[in-house]
């Protein structure tokens, strides 16, 4: 592997927080991507955390997380969007899909509005429903799920 | 948003495809990012899949999956490797994780030998375990779990 490479990602759609709910808003080239989206009850949506895409954020390597106080933590162990990529991704419950207009209403998403998307993957079970999965102890007291209207800001 | 942008990522880390399993080969300036990552049961991991990273790659937008033929299905509704943007996703189990020598041991993987990682995130079962996952009608025989050692080749 070329340790120099550059691997270049272009927007396909942008997140909007509503009054109620979030809407992915896809760009009209990539609309056709969309097809059958809406037969699946969640999706992955990867974005681009563009606020961290700065040599400062891309250089942290650890952090002592709000939940873990006093513990070192390496980010690759966190879901923290600064990162050496600032790709953060959410899995998100769907709400309505409509291919034609490019919108993907979702509940919830942990990103501001204006965010970049890079890319959605409908949520398989049999790629990503981990049945014995485990955390470090001192995560012990969170939930075994992700909430039904999934994570927010 | 800026339509023109462009994002770009450097890869962290390398797959080694072993005997037996799977070796994640982190590069030493990242290596201070696997912190506490050996306390996790899963991992996903983020990939470059380089082979699609072509114009013609990236412009396929609606595909017929092996396992759904006759059905039209667009590339956001699948976790086909040929996408606008060739990033795919894996959640492996976790092996064994050695910071020093950069080594994350993991099961299985669903990517050839060489293929660049461009992050690692811990499976939090909060962000990512879906207790109520529904999935086309015709994928109904899926799995409802992903298998104990994960998705290979």
Redesign the interface.
């Known amino acids: 592997?070329?340790?120099e490479?550059?691997?270049?990602?272009?927007?396909?759609g942008?997140i909007h927080r509503l009054d109620q709910g979030v809407r992915l808003e896809i760009?009209e080239p990539?609309r056709?991507?969309?097809?059958?989206?809406e037969?699946?009850?969640?999706?992955?949506v990867?974005w681009?955390a563009?606020r961290h895409?700065n040599e400062q954020s891309r250089s942290i390597?650890?952090t002592e997380p709000p939940y873990a106080q006093g513990?070192?933590?390496?980010?690759?162990?966190?879901?923290a969007e600064y990162?050496?990529?600032p790709?953060a991704?959410?899995?998100c419950k769907i709400r309505n899909v409509d291919?034609e207009q490019g919108y993907v209403d979702i509940a919830e998403i942990d990103a501001l509005d204006?965010t970049?998307i890079?890319?959605?993957?409908?949520?398989?079970?049999?790629?990503?429903?981990?049945?014995?999965?485990?955390?470090?102890?001192w995560?012990s007291d969170?939930?075994?799920?992700?909430?039904?209207e999934g994570?927010g800001l």
Chains 1, 2 share one sequence.
Not at 71 to 79: D, L
Not at 118 to 137: G, M, N, T
């Open positions: 592997m070329n340790e490479a550059v691997f270049r990602m272009v927007p396909i942008t760009l990539y056709p991507a969309m097809q059958q989206l037969h699946f009850s969640h999706v992955m990867l681009w563009d895409d390597l650890q513990r070192v933590t390496g980010v690759f162990a966190t879901r990162r050496p990529n790709i991704m959410t899995t291919q204006g970049p890079v890319d959605l993957k409908a949520y398989f079970p049999v790629c990503d429903r981990v049945r014995d999965a485990s955390i470090p102890e995560l969170w939930p075994d799920w992700m909430p039904d994570l």
